[in-house]
């Protein structure tokens, strides 16, 4: 869950963010004398520039979204097995006591398809313990002591991939949590990075000044557009 207040600063792709960096990295590298005399030094843009990789290199929530879905579709696999295996504990209880029987709602199968994940493990669990005190009674249906173990073992595999995909879960909350934060933290390099240079070159050198400004959104362009044509007219 994200924490109050806890947003990204720019309304860009992160892909555009690390291009507009690398782009002015370079070009504060060009004018690195200007910028030395505003305190920033090489190793300062070196500095921008190991937080890029490290921006660059970290896995992208398409990426964690489809691990996520992977290890889901697993768990989903591993409850039609346990549904499979109560199934076919279930049968033969019917056939003994019929499904209006006590012994029968001791299972505790109603609306076996509609369970939370939660309560399919509880009740795969509760099949195998009733099934096993019940199985003097069930032999003649064919129930047996391993088809108790093959519920207990379908429990125990889909508990395991239930916890598996809540740690892939809390590990994409943490990777975006941790994506945004450096994120921002480089978009506040390239922030400072633009008004440095802008500051360096206004009134100096256009071409030079438009290199360091930074045009968020298409409608920021807008306004950019209509203001030159405004100074125009």
């Known amino acids: 869950m994200r924490k109050q207040g806890f947003y990204r600063k720019y309304n860009f792709p992160d892909a555009d963010l690390y291009a507009m960096l ?14 030395a005399e505003y305190g920033i030094k090489s190793s300062d843009l070196n500095a921008i520039a190991r937080r ?13 979204v489809g691990r996520q879905m992977i290890v889901t579709e697993k768990k989903y696999e591993q409850a039609n097995r346990l ?12 056939m003994k006591f019929g499904q209006r029987s006590g012994r029968y709602r001791a299972y505790g199968t109603a609306k076996l398809t509609d369970m939370t994940d939660a309560q399919l493990l509880f009740c795969g669990r509760r099949v195998a ?17 391993k088809a108790i173990l093959r519920v207990q073992q379908a429990a125990a595999d889909f508990e395991k991939a239930m916890n598996i995909q809540r740690d892939k879960v809390a590990e994409r909350d943490i990777a975006v949590e941790n994506r945004v934060r450096l994120g921002n933290r480089l978009y ?4 400072k990075l633009a008004d440095i240079g802008k500051s ?12 360091y400004a930074i045009y968020e959104s ?12 405004d100074t125009k007219a």
């Open 218 to 229: 298409n409608n920021e362009q807008k306004k950019r557009r209509k203001a030159l044509k």
């Open 188 to 191: 506040d390099d390239l922030v």
């Open 52 to 64: 890029a990789k490290q921006f660059y290199d970290l896995p992208s929530d398409d990426e964690l």
């Open 200 to 211: 360096i070159w206004d009134n100096k050198n256009k071409t030079y000044y438009e290199q």
């Open 83 to 94: 549904k499979a295996a109560i199934r076919a504990v279930m049968t033969r209880v019917a």
């Open 22 to 35: 690398a782009a002015r990295l370079q070009y504060a590298r060009r004018d690195a004398r200007q910028f």
């Open 129 to 145: 313990r009733v099934a096993r005190k019940q199985l003097p009674l069930l032999a003649d249906t064919g129930l047996n002591e």
